[in-house]
C-alpha cells in the first residue's frame, strides 16, 4: 500500500521565514542553494522538521559574507573546513554545505572536494529518502528514486549497500531506525543482508556513537519490530551484549516510556545487566541509576503473586512511584504480580498526595532522643523503617511517635 504524500508541505517549508531569508541571500548569480535531506523527507510526510539543512554550490566563504549582509542573519563557522556553515535565523538554526563529491572514502574517514553537481551530493548521502532535494522555485529533485521508495515506505540504500556500509558502519543501525521511522513492512532485502554480512564491523564503533543511534531505534514508531529483527539476526548481541525481552520492550513502547526505560525493559533483568550496557554503552550516570533502579525494582517484585494496597505504598517508598508505575506497565502482559483493585487505588492516591510517601524519621531526630551518634543510630533508623515499609507506610504524628519508639529499641540492640 502506497501512502500519499503531502506536497503543500513543501510550499510550508519554503514559506518559513529562516529558510526564505537564508535562500534569498545565498541567490547570487550563477549559483544555487537548495533544501536537502531530512527536512523536506519531513515536509512530504506532513512533519515539520527541527533540523533544516541546504545545499549550495557556493564556498563556505562566500556564504559567510552574505549571510554578514543580510539583516537577521548570523553566520556561525560551526564546521568551515568540511564546508559547513550554520545561519541563525528567526526561527531556528540552518545548516548550509557546500556541495562535496568522494575523492576516497574509508570507513568514517572520507577525502572530499568541493563540488557543484547535486547529483553527486545526493549520491554520497545513506538512503534514497534522505537524497531529495527542494529548490528556491519550489521545484523538487529526486536523481536516486527516493520519492517512489518514500511513497512506497522503502527505505533502500543509495547505490551498493556494502559500499555505503563500509564507508560508515553507523549506517547499520541507521538503517534500522530509518526503517523503524518511515519503513512499511519487511525491510530492504538487500539492504538487510549487507547490515547482517557487516556485523563484525559494529565492534569498531565508537560506543558513543551506538548509543546515541541506538535509543532514537527504541524511541521511534517501529522501534520494537526491528528491534525484534536485530534479535533474529544476531546483531542485537552485538549492541547489548545480551538477549532481548522484547515482550517487554513492546509493552514500554505502547506505555510512551523514555528511550532509557525502553532499554531497561528490553535489555535489564539485574544490576550486573545495567553495568554491562554502561560499558557497552557508555551510558551517563543518571542513565545507569536509572537502569539500577529498575533492575532493584524487578528485585522487589520478584516472586510476588499481587500488589495490594500496602505493598504499592511500600514498593514506592523504596523505589519512587514513577519507576514503580513504569516498571508495573513494562511487567503488565505477565503472569504475575497482579495489581489488586485496592493496589491500583493506593497507586492512584499516591498521586494525589504528591508522589511516594517519605520515612518520617531522621538521625538527628534519635540524637535528640539522647541516643550517641554512631552505628546505633543506623540500627535504629533500619528498624524503624522496616516495620514501617511493613506496615504500608503509614503517616501522622501518633505514626511517627511509634516509629521513634521502635527505632530507640532498635539502636539499643547489639
Not at 147 to 156: F, H, N, T
Not at 321 to 342: F, H, K, M, N, Q
Not at 372 to 380: E, F, L, N, V, Y
Amino acid at each position: 500500500m502506497r501512502r500519499s504524500l503531502a506536497r503543500a508541505g513543501l510550499s510550508a517549508l519554503l514559506e518559513r521565514p529562516g529558510v526564505r531569508r537564508a535562500l534569498a541571500a545565498l541567490a547570487l548569480p550563477g549559483a544555487e542553494t537548495r533544501l536537502v535531506g531530512g527536512c523536506v523527507r519531513d515536509a512530504l510526510l506532513g512533519t515539520p522538521s527541527a533540523d533544516i539543512d541546504l545545499a549550495t554550490t557556493l564556498l563556505p566563504d562566500a556564504v559567510m559574507a552574505q549571510a554578514g549582509r543580510t539583516p537577521r542573519l548570523k553566520a556561525v563557522p560551526t564546521g568551515i573546513e568540511h564546508g559547513t556553515v550554520t545561519l541563525v535565523t528567526e526561527d531556528g538554526p540552518i545548516e548550509v554545505t557546500t556541495l562535496r563529491e568522494d575523492v576516497e572514502t574509508d570507513g568514517r574517514h572520507a577525502v572530499v572536494r568541493f563540488g557543484s553537481d547535486f547529483a553527486r551530493d545526493a549520491e554520497r548521502r545513506d538512503f534514497t529518502v534522505n537524497a531529495l532535494s527542494l529548490g528556491a522555485d519550489g521545484v523538487l529533485h529526486d536523481t536516486v528514486g527516493g520519492l517512489v521508495d518514500l511513497e512506497a515506505g522503502r527505505v533502500r540504500f543509495i547505490g551498493d549497500p556494502a559500499t555505503r556500509i563500509r564507508e560508515d558502519a553507523l549506517r547499520i543501525l541507521r538503517f534500522f531506525r530509518f526503517h523503524a521511522r518511515f519503513g512499511t513492512g519487511a525491510p530492504d532485502a538487500a539492504a538487510l543482508a549487507a547490515c547482517v554480512a557487516a556485523r563484525d564491523a559494529l565492534d569498531r564503533l565508537s560506543r558513543e556513537r551506538v548509543r546515541a543511534e541506538f535509543l532514537k531505534l527504541l524511541a521511534a514508531e517501529g522501534g520494537p519490530a526491528m528491534v525484534a529483527t536485530l534479535g533474529a539476526t544476531g546483531l542485537l548481541q552485538r549492541i547489548t551484549g545480551g538477549v532481548g525481552e522484547h515482550g517487554r520492550l513492546e509493552r514500554a513502547a505502547a506505555a510512551s516510556l523514555s528511550p532509557v526505560m525502553r532499554l531497561a525493559a528490553l535489555a535489564v533483568g539485574s544490576p550486573p545487566d545495567a553495568d554491562r550496557l554502561r560499558e557497552r554503552l557508555r551510558l551517563s550516570k543518571q542513565e545507569h541509576g536509572r537502569l539500577i533502579g529498575y533492575a532493584q525494582a524487578l528485585a522487589s517484585l520478584h516472586g510476588r503473586v499481587e500488589i495490594r494496597g500496602t505493598d504499592a505504598r511500600s514498593l514506592a517508598a523504596e523505589h519512587g512511584d514513577a519507576l514503580l508505575r513504569e516498571t508495573l506497565l513494562i511487567l503488565s502482559g505477565e503472569p504475575r504480580p497482579t495489581v489488586t483493585d485496592e493496589g491500583c487505588r493506593a497507586l492512584a492516591d499516591l498521586g494525589g498526595e504528591g508522589g511516594a510517601p517519605v520515612f518520617p524519621l531522621a538521625g538527628a531526630d534519635l540524637v535528640a532522643a539522647g541516643v550517641a551518634p554512631g552505628p546505633a543510630i543506623g540500627r535504629g533508623l533500619a528498624a524503624a523503617r522496616k516495620d514501617w515499609l511493613a506496615r504500608g507506610c503509614p503517616m501522622g504524628s501518633h505514626v511517627r511517635a511509634e516509629l521513634l519508639e521502635r527505632a530507640l529499641e532498635g539502636a539499643r540492640e547489639t
